[in-house]
Structure formats: structure tokens, C-alpha cells
């Protein structure tokens, strides 16, 4: 019985407290702000607009582009366009001339002729000669010279030529005299055989069997050399 009374006096004070508790007031409506006569109804896009910026306003001034700069701008357009539009040139092929041949060398084993040179007389006798002979340095005859070649100043030679072993410690000289055309070949040979020294070099020289001297028409020569006689039969086959 206690238990029913207390529970019907908690739900009675529950009743009188929700009773006595604030009222809300009541919402009145809110009309639309009236808008300028003549302009129609606002657009709700507006409000949002104004208050974000977006565009800068319009002063009424007109955007003038400078000439220099559609110029720079265009430059690299133009230029890739004419790049392009220039054909590329077509490689013409250059005509093959033939070559035309260059002199020969002369033939050392040719004959020479009646105005060949010493010097080319004596290439002649060593490329014909058949024997493999030392490095030798051609030297031209002078009166300073004349009679270390050939023994004696008395033989009047028009030019001459001595082919001397580079390496003075071998024998090895080989000389061409040309001789005036009434020359008297026999008397130079004979001075000459006469008064040439076989051992003029430095502790070595050649024998006498070794020392030849003959002539061939206008030319005289002279030879001292192991392979004397190779040389000599070189310079008879010159065909002068």
C-alpha cells in the first residue's frame, strides 16, 4: 500500500514540473525584402555573388595589346612555320670524274737517255746492280772534293758525282764523270787509275782487283767497292 502511494505522489510531482516548465515563443514569419520598383525580382545568384568576388570590375578602359609584343609572340610561330614549310633541299650526287693518272716514277732498270743525270745514272746502277749495298749520300764534285774522289785534279770534267757510304768505317765509293765531247777519255782513265787511293777511308779500304774504272761514251766511271764488279756490269747494260 506504501509502495502504490509513493509511486502515485512521484508521478504527480513529474506532471506539475512538466507543467510549470518555459514555453517557446511562436515564430513569426519573415517576408522577402522588397525590391526596387521596376527591377523585377532579386536573383538569389546575385547575393551569392556579391559576396564572392570573382571578376575584376570593369573600368571601362578597352585591353590594348602593344604591337612589339604580338610580334615577339608571333616570331616563333612564323619561324617554326617557315622551317617547316622550306623544303629540304634534294642532295644532287656530284658526277665522278676518273682520275687522271700522275706520272710514273722513271724505271730504274730503263735506259736512260743521252741527257739523264748522274744522279739518275747511279739510282739506275744500284737498282740493276743485284747486290744489296750500304746507305750511301750523293755528293757533287768540286775542286775541294775532286781529288779525295777520284785521286787527281788534272781530269777536266764537265760534272760529277760520288755516291759514298754513309758509314765511313765501310769502302764503298762509286763515281760518274762526264766528260766534254773531244775529251780524251783514255788519258783521264789512265791519271785517274793512277793516283785513286784504294784506302782513303779510316782503317779499312778495298783491294786492288776492287778498284774499277771504265767509260761509256760522254761518262766515265769510277768504282771502289767489295761488289765492284756487280756495279761495274750495272753500268755497262745503262745502254748510254
Known amino acids: 500500500m506504501k509502495k502504490m502511494l509513493a509511486i502515485l505522489l512521484s508521478?504527480?510531482?513529474?506532471?506539475?514540473?512538466?507543467?510549470?516548465?518555459?514555453k517557446a515563443d511562436p515564430v513569426e514569419p519573415i517576408d522577402p525584402p522588397a525590391t526596387e520598383a521596376?527591377?523585377?525580382?532579386?536573383?538569389?545568384?546575385?547575393?551569392?555573388?556579391?559576396?564572392?568576388?570573382?571578376?575584376e570590375p570593369d573600368d571601362g578602359l578597352t585591353d590594348i595589346t602593344r604591337p612589339d609584343d604580338t610580334e615577339e609572340s608571333a616570331a616563333p610561330d612564323d619561324a617554326d612555320n617557315?622551317?617547316?614549310?622550306?623544303?629540304?633541299?634534294v642532295p644532287t650526287e656530284t658526277p665522278k670524274t676518273e682520275d687522271t693518272p700522275s706520272a710514273l716514277p722513271a724505271d730504274p732498270t730503263a735506259p736512260p737517255s743521252s741527257t739523264a743525270s748522274l744522279?739518275?745514272?747511279?739510282?739506275?746502277?744500284?737498282?740493276?746492280?743485284?747486290?744489296?749495298?750500304?746507305?750511301?749520300f750523293d755528293t757533287a764534285l768540286n775542286a775541294?772534293?775532286?781529288?779525295?774522289?777520284?785521286?787527281?785534279?788534272?781530269?777536266?770534267?764537265?760534272?760529277?758525282?760520288?755516291?759514298?757510304?754513309?758509314i765511313m768505317s765501310?769502302?764503298?765509293?762509286?763515281?760518274?764523270?762526264?766528260?766534254a765531247p773531244n775529251a780524251d777519255?783514255?788519258?783521264?782513265?789512265?791519271?785517274?787509275?793512277a793516283n785513286i787511293d784504294p784506302r782513303k777511308w779510316i782503317c779499312v779500304g778495298v783491294e786492288t782487283d776492287q778498284v774499277i774504272v771504265d767509260s761509256v761514251g760522254d761518262v766515265i766511271?769510277?768504282?771502289?767497292?767489295?761488289?765492284?764488279a756487280a756495279y761495274h756490269d750495272a753500268f755497262l747494260n745503262l745502254g748510254l
Open 11 to 22: 508521478v504527480t510531482m513529474l506532471v506539475s514540473l512538466a507543467a510549470c516548465g518555459p
Open 38 to 55: 521596376g527591377t523585377g525580382d532579386a536573383d538569389p545568384t546575385e547575393d551569392t555573388a556579391a559576396g564572392t568576388p570573382s571578376e
Open 82 to 89: 617557315t622551317a617547316t614549310a622550306t623544303p629540304k633541299p
Open 119 to 136: 744522279s739518275d745514272l747511279i739510282a739506275k746502277i744500284y737498282a740493276t746492280a743485284g747486290v744489296e749495298g750500304p746507305m750511301c
Open 144 to 166: 775541294d772534293n775532286t781529288v779525295y774522289m777520284i785521286g787527281t785534279a788534272d781530269v777536266p770534267y764537265l760534272e760529277g758525282i760520288a755516291s759514298e757510304a754513309a
Open 170 to 179: 765501310i769502302p764503298h765509293s762509286l763515281v760518274l764523270l762526264r766528260m
Open 185 to 193: 777519255m783514255a788519258d783521264a782513265k789512265a791519271k785517274i787509275r
Open 221 to 228: 766511271f769510277v768504282v771502289m767497292s767489295f761488289d765492284a
